[in-house]
């Protein structure tokens, strides 16, 4: 098995980016941290290519199903003919590596406790086909979760930002490093190549802790707090934004399924020149679970599905939706900043309702409204 670095140089890289992937060892475990738009995914993608030339199976995780469809896709542009990598769940892993009996808490999640009794019996019983692990969102997995996988992987690098922790099962940075051991190599990737200037100067005022990203240098339009009458309004204005950008993706998230169900109805009635696409979680198979996000059109998504993803224009439709929230709380501010951070070139928070959610006071400057 190589141990040293084999360096694989991909031109879509930066110098930092490369620079951060080839001085990870192939051995050992890794926290890899950057704000948003830092490449992360994608460095993720290319360090599961690193960690497969070494002959060992290689398995690129995310929670989130919608993101492991980007990684595979991402792969299949990366991979190495005889070292492949590929992309999963960490439920699907988890299942397929501890059987479909895995042990479950009351919540329905995995009892990370027994399953990491269950990796100490059996480590090292079948030891060529021990894989290495990379977790991209690796904020979003709970400790137990790594101290499950430190003994069930031959090594296990982590991408995350814990300033973007949405799920109930989430860690920090420190959290992360300890359950994987004293050991564990930290690293981080600067830079922000997917927001302009604007859209990260307004996620700035929702960050929570962490220190100051860079603003990028690249500038664009204001982004816009835009009041809709209805819902027919706010599909009329996302008929208008993929009239006039026919080669962009716009993404759409939203806080309400029954809301999304009815944005698509009227987008599919309004003759888009690409079919709007609508991501749910609960669909086992077909258009509404396996989705093109390479392709140009209207990708609808749950905020909870959003995080790793980007769109040349992201649309957050329901921002009344959070108006008694306290708009102080953290969990709030992670919400919109992910959000806000999704979008390259333009952004719209749009609301509904007679009073501006309270969580949009205050933004002058940043923003326009209209």
């Known amino acids: 098995m190589t141990t040293a ?5 991909h031109p879509d890289l930066t110098p930092a980016q490369r620079d951060c992937l080839e001085a990870l060892p192939l051995t050992g475990n890794h926290v890899v941290s950057g704000p948003p738009g830092s490449g992360k995914s994608l460095l993720a993608a290319h360090r599961a290519v690193h960690l497969a030339l070494t002959g ?3 398995v690129l995780l995310s929670r989130s199903n919608l993101l492991r469809q980007l990684l595979r896709d991402t792969l299949q542009g990366l991979t190495v003919p005889g070292a492949p990598a590929e992309a999963a769940t960490v439920h699907s892993w988890v299942l397929r590596h501890f059987g479909y009996g895995a042990p479950r808490t009351q919540d329905g999640w995995f009892d990370w406790t027994a399953l990491t009794h269950q990796a100490a019996a059996t480590r090292g019983e ?3 086909a021990t894989p290495h692990l990379v977790v991209d969102e690796g904020q979003d997995l709970s400790p137990g979760f790594y101290r499950t996988a430190r003994l069930a992987a031959a090594s296990v690098t982590v991408f995350a930002d814990e300033c973007q922790r949405l799920t109930d099962t989430n860690s920090t940075l420190t959290e992360i490093t300890d359950a994987l051991g ?5 690293a981080e990737v600067s830079g922000n190549h997917r927001n302009t200037r604007e859209i990260a100067s307004l996620a700035e005022h929702f960050r929570t802790g962490g220190a100051a990203p860079r603003i990028p240098f690249r500038s664009g339009a204001l982004p816009v707090v835009r009041h809709y009458s209805g819902s027919k309004d706010l599909a009329d204005d ?5 009239a006039r950008h026919p080669a962009d993706r716009i993404g759409v998230i939203v806080n309400s399924l029954r809301a999304a169900a009815d944005l698509m109805r009227r987008l599919e009635r309004a003759g888009l020149a690409h079919e709007p696409q609508l991501y749910s979680s609960t669909a ?8 093109d996000l390479t392709r140009p059109g209207v990708v609808v998504v749950h905020r909870a599905s959003a995080k790793g993803l980007d769109f040349d224009t992201v649309v957050i ?27 390259r070139q333009r952004l719209v928070l749009g609301w509904q309702g007679t009073r501006l959610p309270r969580q949009l006071e205050g933004l002058h400057g940043w923003v326009q409204t209209r």
């Open 5 to 9: 670095n084999t360096p694989v140089l």
């Open 56 to 58: 060992r199976p290689t």
């Open 126 to 128: 079948n030891e060529a």
């Open 182 to 186: 004293r050991s564990t190599g930290r």
């Open 238 to 242: 996302i008929t208008t934004m993929a």
């Open 284 to 291: 086992s198979a077909g258009r509404y679970r396996d989705l």
């Open 317 to 343: 439709a329901d921002a009344e939706s959070d108006f008694a929230t306290d708009p102080t709380a953290a969990t709030l501010r992670m919400a919109y900043y992910v959000m806000i951070t999704r979008a």
